[in-house]
């Protein structure tokens, strides 16, 4: 079934259309395959309780907006294809929330028109890709895609080490189509009861400081029914003792434990008191007038945590 194809008229209409969306390029994260991104920030992503990551300083995205023109323009001339710049979204709507940002189409072509995906890779990126094939969540973007347009065919280009082409070609594949239908189906159903999945806690740290990034100060639960908190302190504070080889033990029990205790500033669990007030950020500051221009960088708000033994002296 094709969907809508919706002229874009500005960034901010288009970012509106991606938040009712899942993606081409995010449906990856709903099987465990994306690069980037885990089911769970995703879901939070969609469900509005995180924002979507500002990417403007990015120099990945920086590099590859501002060489894909160039790509373009070499895979035409290698392939002789006609090739024209696509400035609509694609969207399932109303039966399904399934979007598409094409980057460009192959038009007059014996196969009938086309889609063509541009993407740059590290050499190094490139030698770890099975038998020389793109990763699999090159081809869901690509069959999504597909599934938005009703399209045939799809290509891949993909500029590795800035010097060498690499073409890849796709048709369009029913059975993959409907398994990434019902995937974003199952996703946007679990959105509306409320089922949030779990995190991925070692990859998620950094998105769940953000989700639980302030505190209801005074707030205290008690949690000496968990099980797993009591676990989870004592495995944080002994990757803690060994941060230079346990800081990722430490910072998936960080995450974990801030999923626990949500909002709350202090929680009591069998063994451990755990303290994680909400520490404040600080703007940039503007130094006049021996500096005039120049910016010390501020500091984004974080949650501190400090997890004590109870069954420790007080003065050990």
Not at 248 to 257: F, P
Not at 292 to 303: C, D, E, L, N, S
Request: net charge positive; with cysteine; glycine share 8%.
């Amino acid at each position: 079934m094709m969907g809508r194809s919706i002229p874009i008229r500005n960034e901010a209409q288009w970012r509106k259309l991606r938040q009712q969306h899942v993606g081409g390029s995010e449906v990856a994260a709903l099987f465990g395959e994306h690069p980037q991104i885990s089911r769970w920030e995703l879901w939070h992503r969609k469900a509005g309780t995180i924002p979507e990551p500002d990417l403007s300083a990015n120099e990945r995205v920086f590099w590859g907006a501002t060489l894909e023109p160039a790509i373009a323009r070499g895979v035409a001339a290698k392939t002789g294809w006609t090739i024209k710049k696509v400035r609509r979204y694609h969207s399932r709507r109303p039966d399904l929330a399934l979007g598409a940002s094409l980057d460009y189409e192959i038009v007059a072509h014996d196969r009938g028109p086309g889609i063509l995906e541009i993407k740059t890779a590290d050499r190094l990126v490139a030698r770890g890709w099975n038998d020389g094939e793109p990763p699999l969540s090159y081809e869901l973007q690509v069959q999504a895609y597909l599934a938005c347009t009703g399209r045939s065919w799809a290509a891949m280009a993909v500029l590795i080490g800035g010097n060498e082409l690499r073409l890849f070609e796709y048709e369009r594949r029913p059975k993959t189509i409907a398994a990434i239908e019902a995937a974003v189906r199952e996703f946007w159903r679990s959105i509306e009861a409320g089922e949030e999945p779990r995190p991925e806690f070692e990859r998620d740290g950094a998105t769940i400081a953000q989700l639980y990034g302030a505190t209801i100060k005074g707030k205290v639960v008690d949690l000496s029914s968990s099980n797993r908190l009591p676990e989870l302190c004592a495995a944080y504070r002994i990757a803690a003792d060994t941060e230079k080889d346990g800081h990722a033990a430490k910072e998936a029990a960080r995450a974990e434990i801030l999923s626990i205790i949500g909002d709350a500033e202090i929680a009591i669990c069998n063994g451990y008191r755990i303290s994680a007030g909400a520490v404040a950020g600080t703007p940039d500051r503007i130094i006049t007038p021996e500096m005039v221009g120049q910016t010390i960088k501020g500091r984004a708000g974080y949650r501190s945590l400090r997890i004590t033994d109870k069954r420790e002296p007080a003065n050990a």
